[in-house]
């Protein structure tokens, strides 16, 4: 290979010597049209190199050999993308006193151009000899033609295997990035924040002024918001690399009352411009993971303590009876539209409000997976009076204890 080349056209003859079908094609050019001598030529604007070639004469040309192109025939042929064909030079009319023939001795020449997928110009084949050969039949023609669209398949063919080797490796890195951050937010971030929030805790047992209890529960605020975020993070994570959503089921509805009333309590805890009325009526079982029912109505809350009219309470009704169990969070405020409803429950979308400005999107996304995961649906609606977002899903057993994204 020749080491001066740029590396787009030593790819390009690498790619034609990854070519098993191409020393056939020559082999049978030969014994074909009698010619001794057969090559596939990578022609531009400023070069003719040979890709691979067949030499019963010793013309001398092996791979990343090179031509003067302006003494070629072919860089003719890349001009007016015509093929070329003599089969005599001595009694040729047009070739006979060309410059070609003469430098390079031959009486035989054919050249067909191949093109790319793309109608781009890749270069030719073609074949001499010393000696005349019959070459100017619907055959020969045909055969030349048939070839260059298959070394012209081939070529797309190993482009787009190369890319997609490229773009697996990529993949790989991306997923070996995404094991790091998983195991970041699975324990450096986790423990760090409950670390936080226990110290909080201790000191809102202490006796201190005014000022430093404020303080203390701004902390205690700040860390159950960041444990959101870095849950959010974790399955959003985990989903993309294809563990899916899993389900730990139970029926026990008094836990999950409990749980419920706990989020309630804890968002109170973070806000405390808004009245949140709960209502809760468990009249079935529900078998339905807790902790996850449990962070879907968190996120369904903050979402409507971030967007919900201060002036309003904020309601929620969570019932199960009638064989369904829904939970409905209800805010007064800004109407969504009509476009902003249809990308609500896409990852990373936001609606850029004043007071979203540290969200990441990824809440009713998550959400809207959990609900997936127990065989249930979101659903939402706004008016300039009210927004509405509700949870349903069938209280009877959950077919897929795991959900694949």
Not at 107 to 135: H, M, W
Not at 259 to 285: A, C, P, W, Y
Not at 395 to 401: M, Q
Request: hydrophobic share 35%; charged share 25%; proline share 3%.
């Amino acid at each position: 290979m020749n080491k001066e080349l740029n590396p787009a056209l030593q790819n390009d003859i690498e790619n034609i010597v990854q070519i098993d079908a191409i020393p056939s094609i020559l082999n049978i050019i030969c014994r074909t049209t009698g010619m001794r001598f057969a090559a596939v030529a990578r022609v531009t604007d400023e070069k003719w190199i040979t890709c691979l070639s067949q030499d019963e004469i010793n013309f001398g040309l092996n791979t990343g050999d090179e031509l003067e192109l302006k003494t070629t025939i072919c860089n003719e042929i890349r001009q007016h993308t015509n093929p070329v064909i003599i089969e005599e030079v001595s009694k040729s009319d047009e070739f006979c006193y060309h410059h070609t023939p003469k430098q390079y001795g031959f009486q035989s020449y054919i050249s067909f151009p191949i093109y790319r997928k793309n109608g781009e110009f890749f270069g030719t084949l073609c074949a001499i000899d010393p000696k005349p050969a019959k070459l100017d039949s619907r055959e020969i023609k045909d055969l030349f033609i048939l070839y260059t669209q298959l070394i012209s398949f081939h070529l797309d063919a190993i482009e787009e295997l190369n890319d997609l080797s490229k773009k697996l490796q990529e993949e790989k890195h991306i997923g070996e990035l995404r094991e790091t951050f998983i195991a970041i937010l699975g324990h450096d971030l986790r423990n760090p924040v409950g670390t936080t929030r226990m110290c909080a805790d201790i000191l809102l047992q202490m006796e201190l002024p005014e000022i430093g209890r404020r303080q203390a529960n701004t902390i205690k605020a700040t860390s159950y918001r960041m444990q959101g975020l870095i849950d959010n993070l974790l399955d959003f994570a985990k989903g993309h690399l294809g563990e899916g959503i899993k389900l730990e089921l139970s029926d026990n509805k008094f836990a999950l009352k409990k749980l419920l009333k706990q989020v309630s309590k804890e968002i109170k805890t973070v806000d405390t411009e808004h009245e949140i009325k709960l209502n809760i009526d468990l009249v079935d079982d529900v078998d339905c993971d807790i902790n996850r029912i449990c962070q879907l109505y968190s996120n369904l809350l903050g979402n409507a303590v971030k967007h919900g009219a201060t002036n309003k309470p904020i309601i929620t009704d969570i019932l199960s009876q009638n064989g369904i169990f829904s939970i409905k969070v209800t805010n007064s405020g800004d109407k969504i539209s009509d476009e902003r409803i249809l990308n609500l429950f896409k990852p990373f979308f936001t609606t850029n409000a004043s007071n979203n400005k540290s969200g990441l999107g990824l809440g009713l996304y998550i959400s809207s997976e959990i609900a997936k995961a127990h065989d249930g649906e979101m659903k939402v609606s706004s008016t300039d009076e009210k927004t509405v977002f509700e949870f349903s899903m069938p209280i009877k057993k959950v077919a897929n204890i795991v959900y694949n994204q």
